[in-house]
T-cell receptor, first 113, second 113 residues
C-alpha cells in the first residue's frame, strides 16, 4: 500500500463548478501538507500549504486537513479553464533538512467551457 | 528572475552511455533535490542535498550519482543508463528543507534505448 493515495482522474468539470480533490495517507506522523499544481510540460509549483489539521484559504483555493481520518482535500471555487492541470498532494512529517516529502500520484483536472 | 534551470530539456541516449543532467538555482537555496516522475508512480525522490558537500539518498537512488560542489549547482549523473531510467526528471530547490516551498525546474525528458 502506498503511503499517499490519490485518484488519478481525469476529473472533468464545467467552468464555474466547485472542484474537490482528495488524498488519503497512512503515516500518522505527517504534519505538513501541501498541494502542488503541475501544468503540462512544466514543473510542479506550490499552490497552498497547511500545517496540522484545519483549513487554509487562499483566494479561490481552500485546503482542508483531517488528521483523524488521514484525509486532505483541496477545494477550488469558481473553477476556470486555466485551472486545468494535474494537482499533486504532498506531505512531510517534520520541517527539518533531512525530512522527506512524499507526493501523491496526482489528479488530472480538466475545466471545460 | 528566481528560477531553477535544467539542461538538457530532452535527451535520447543508448544503454551504457554516461550522461549528466545539470541543475542550477539562483535563489541561494540550501536544499536541492532530484525527482523522477513516472505514470502511476508519481514523483519519487532520487537524491537530495542539504548543503554544499552534503548529499543523501532518496527513495530510488540506484543507478544515479550526484554531487554538490557549489551551492547553486546539483548535477545528476547516470554512469551507465538503462532503459528503466527512461523517465521525466525534475530538479527542485528550497530554502532549507523539502517542507518549505520547493521550486521545480522545467524537467528533463530522458529516453534510454
Amino acid at each position: 500500500q502506498k503511503e499517499v493515495e490519490q485518484d488519478p482522474g481525469p476529473l472533468s468539470v464545467p467552468e464555474g463548478a466547485i472542484v474537490s480533490l482528495n488524498c488519503t495517507y497512512s503515516n500518522s506522523a505527517f504534519q505538513y501538507f501541501m498541494w502542488y499544481r503541475q501544468y503540462s510540460r512544466k514543473g510542479p509549483e506550490l499552490l497552498i500549504y497547511t500545517y496540522s489539521s484545519g483549513n487554509k484559504e487562499d483566494g479561490r483555493f481552500t485546503a482542508q486537513v483531517d488528521k483523524s481520518s488521514k484525509y486532505i482535500s483541496l477545494f477550488i471555487r469558481d473553477s476556470q479553464p486555466s485551472d486545468s492541470a494535474t494537482y499533486l498532494c504532498a506531505m512531510s512529517a517534520n520541517p527539518g533538512t533531512a525530512s522527506k516529502l512524499t507526493f501523491g500520484t496526482g489528479t488530472r483536472l480538466q475545466v471545460t467551457l | 528572475e528566481a528560477q531553477v534551470t535544467q539542461n538538457p530539456r530532452y535527451l535520447i541516449t543508448v544503454t551504457g552511455k554516461k550522461l549528466t543532467v545539470t541543475c542550477s538555482q539562483n535563489m541561494n537555496h540550501e536544499y536541492m533535490s532530484w525527482y523522477r516522475q513516472d505514470p502511476g508512480l508519481g514523483l519519487r525522490q532520487i537524491y537530495y542535498s542539504m548543503n554544499v558537500e552534503v548529499t543523501d539518498k532518496g527513495d530510488v537512488p540506484e543507478g544515479y550519482k550526484v554531487s554538490r560542489k557549489e551551492k547553486r549547482n546539483f548535477p545528476l549523473i547516470l554512469e551507465s543508463p538503462s532503459p528503466n531510467q527512461t523517465s521525466l526528471y525534475f530538479c527542485a530547490s528550497s530554502f532549507t528543507s523539502p517542507a518549505n516551498e520547493q521550486f521545480f525546474g522545467p524537467g528533463t525528458r530522458l529516453t534510454v534505448l
